[in-house]
């Protein structure tokens, strides 16, 4: 049988580049040799596509903090359109031919937040993972919050300034408002990239000026106090969700270097120990947010769970890290999905998509 070929899309522009790094090397590993052939394309910091004929050539790939992308010369552009050959090498040789579908691993902005999903769909190419309004709005944590509200879907309280009002920022107003301690973050960044807990006003400021560095909008939310609960959830029309499992940061917050430095930073319980109601309903709660910001193929879904059994959704993750101790694979894997059969599916999933919107008519009959 043809082996499907899947371009495996890493690297990007945001801050969460060196993620990206790790996630697509354990995708690569975990790839059914004997059932995909790999296309492997990397984005450098600068935003130009890169083909990798032979491995991923990664510098200080062992070292999550120092990981690196290592720049060819064989750069790439895409063609929008057709139905063969999109990805073209700028040289002129060794063309990269069709490829089936693409595997986006991108975190954070120009790769999880719609920009390269549009992208790919001008390109007439299947892809792994949210669409462009799922990928938009789940990256954008204040367009998140304002439409799980309006679907009744707890969330903490919060606030949101833009950049050209940052002088209206008072911090009297915002403890007055959230109390204190509270968390600034970007609103449109993830692992937990520029975000700060706040406890006074020294900090407050030295937290806004942090949070403008990744994004000219940020969000100011309230702490709410509880256990930090996952569940991943896959599918398209008809989605199912995972085990939930539990964060334990052994820091003030599941901050970056826990989540991908520092093995140590924090404990993660896979599944969490909760009764089985209560596991049913931080499933059908997963659901009804994947389902409320048009998310498909996959995503990760966080929570607070409060002592008095409350839940409150915190955020959705539509491209998760896939590193090894990441939390999706991990949660697939404990309720029976292992790594290998859930990129099977996440490929299906997409080539699935694919054909059910190439038959929507494009024409008008008259």
Not at 45 to 74: C, F, V
Not at 115 to 127: D, R, S
Not at 285 to 297: F, K, M, W
Request: proline share 5%; with cysteine; glycine share 8%.
């Amino acid at each position: 049988m043809k082996k499907i070929r899947v371009g495996i899309l890493f690297g990007g522009k945001s801050a969460e580049h060196e993620v990206s790094l790790q996630s697509a090397k354990n995708v690569l590993a975990a790839l059914d040799k004997d059932k995909y052939e790999a296309v492997l394309i990397g984005i450098d910091k600068n935003g130009r596509w890169h083909w990798y004929q032979d491995s991923m050539d990664l510098l200080n790939e062992n070292s999550p903090a120092s990981i690196k992308l290592n720049p060819t010369g064989r750069l790439l552009a895409l063609i929008p359109g057709g139905e063969n050959g999109q990805i073209i090498c700028l040289d002129g040789e060794n063309a990269l031919g069709q490829i089936d579908v693409i595997f986006p691993i991108l975190h954070g902005p120009y790769g999880e937040d719609g920009t390269v999903q549009g992208l790919l769909k001008l390109a007439n190419l299947p892809f792994v993972g949210a669409g462009v309004v799922g990928s938009a709005v789940g990256m954008d944590k204040d367009v998140m919050k304002r439409l799980l509200k309006a679907d009744g879907i707890p969330i903490a309280d919060f606030l949101v300034f833009d950049y050209g009002n940052r002088d209206q920022i008072s911090f009297d107003e915002v403890k007055s408002r959230l109390g204190l301690p509270l968390f600034v973050k970007p609103a449109n960044m993830g692992s937990s990239v520029g975000i700060s807990k706040v406890s006074d006003e020294k900090s407050f400021e030295a937290a806004i000026d942090r949070a403008f560095q990744y994004d000219t909008k940020i969000i100011i939310e309230e702490n709410i106090r509880g256990r930090e609960i996952e569940c991943s959830v896959l599918g398209n029309e008809n989605p199912v969700a995972s085990l939930p499992g539990e964060i334990l940061p052994q820091a003030e917050f599941y901050s970056y270097e826990a989540k991908y430095i520092d093995e140590n930073g924090a404990v993660l319980k896979v599944p969490a120990k909760l009764p089985p109601d209560k596991v049913k309903e931080i499933q059908e709660l997963s659901l009804r947010t994947y389902a409320s910001l048009c998310c498909e193929g996959m995503a990760r879904v966080d929570f607070f769970l409060k002592d008095n059994g409350e839940l409150v959704v915190n955020e959705i993750n539509t491209i998760p890290g896939f590193t090894r101790i990441s939390m999706y694979p991990k949660l697939w894997e404990a309720t029976g999905l292992n790594y290998s059969q859930l990129i099977d599916r996440l490929i299906d999933l997409a080539l699935k998509r694919y054909e059910r919107e190439k038959a929507l008519k494009t024409n008008v009959d008259l």
